[in-house]
């Protein structure tokens, strides 16, 4: 039985006209250009009134971090969805065009230009590895427009690893345990991101249907682990660098702190709108009005890659 009624298919279609295109593309255009604000304004307005100052590229930095991430959330999605596609009985052969290759031309001027940024540019230890990710999602890029595109997941677990190794410096307390929570916390958000933006664009491209319905029952499967990942490493990660005995405090006292609990409200936020979605995809007569929620639920995920990247920028609380 068709799981998309015909009034919603001509609704569809009619969706899907030029001047639909258009609005989407003006819509897609303010929210980035609203999500670009948050690590641009953020560093200031999360100081204010905590006696901390903000770097004078804290912004840039921030910006140019969150644009890093969401290229890797794009490729990272495109390569874990086509592998769930494949898993789907009868998919349909046709796929979205892949953002891949620009993607990864954004990430490599991203990395690049961090790499100007931090002190010292390109001769310190953090601009070597800005450079070694520059380098990684120009291999990327080629590998995404190769015949073997999926090759692309080796240099993508480099930018993640080098993106590990630059969070956690050896002058830090255990760097590698740090290192590690950052590599699984960082796939499982690309993953879970990511697979969600591709998801839907690959419903988009399907009609819906039968087919559709297996694809995000098959991702909300493994959205459950993702999450679980995420909560468990960021938890952890959280307790390793704010001061045990003043946690609470910190969080709204140091601009850190105030990120950081920003960033976990609207991932608390993003948890209950999946939530939404798959009490949907289980229950609805039509699984695929959980693509409502989900659409919310990735534009969320949006601000939070935003708000890592502007978490990245803002100097650690003082241990006392």
Not at 257 to 269: S, W
Request: glycine fraction near 12%; charge should be positive.
């Amino acid at each position: 039985m068709a799981l998309i009624r015909p009034t919603e298919a001509t609704d569809s279609a009619r969706r899907t006209g030029p001047g639909a295109g258009v609005g989407r593309a003006v819509g897609l255009l303010v929210l980035v250009g609203l999500g670009a604000l948050v690590p641009l304004i953020g560093p200031s307005v999360a100081a204010h009134g905590t006696g901390e100052a903000a770097a004078p590229d804290s912004g840039a930095v921030a910006l140019l971090r969150a644009v890093l991430f969401a290229s890797l959330c794009v490729q990272v999605g495109e390569l874990f969805v086509a592998g769930l596609a494949r898993r789907v009985p009868d998919a349909p052969a046709d796929r979205p065009g892949s953002w891949a290759p620009y993607a990864a031309v954004v990430g490599f001027a991203a990395a690049a230009a961090v790499g100007e940024l931090v002190p010292h540019g390109h001769g310190s230890r953090d601009g070597v590895l800005a450079l070694l990710e520059a380098i990684a999602f120009a291999v990327a890029g080629l590998c995404a427009l190769s015949r073997r595109p999926d090759h692309g997941v080796w240099p993508l677990a480099a930018v993640v690893l080098a993106e590990a190794l630059r969070a956690h410096p050896p002058t830090e307390h255990t760097p590698l345990i740090g290192s590690g929570l950052t590599v699984v916390h960082l796939t499982c958000s690309a993953l879970w991101a990511g697979g969600l933006l591709n998801v839907l664009r690959t419903l988009r491209r399907w009609g819906g249907g039968e087919a559709g319905a297996a694809l995000l029952g098959l991702y909300a499967r493994v959205a459950a682990v993702l999450f679980a990942g995420v909560t468990a490493t960021g938890l952890c990660s959280s307790l390793r660098r704010l001061p045990s005995a003043t946690a609470l405090d910190q969080l709204t006292t140091t601009a850190y702190g105030r990120v950081l609990l920003a960033k976990v409200l609207l991932v608390g936020a993003v948890a209950l709108l999946a939530l939404w979605a798959r009490t949907r995809l289980r229950r609805a007569p039509d699984p695929l009005t959980a693509c409502s929620p989900a659409r919310v639920e990735v534009v969320t995920l949006g601000v939070v890659v935003a708000v890592s990247g502007l978490l990245t920028a803002l100097p650690l609380p003082i241990k006392g």
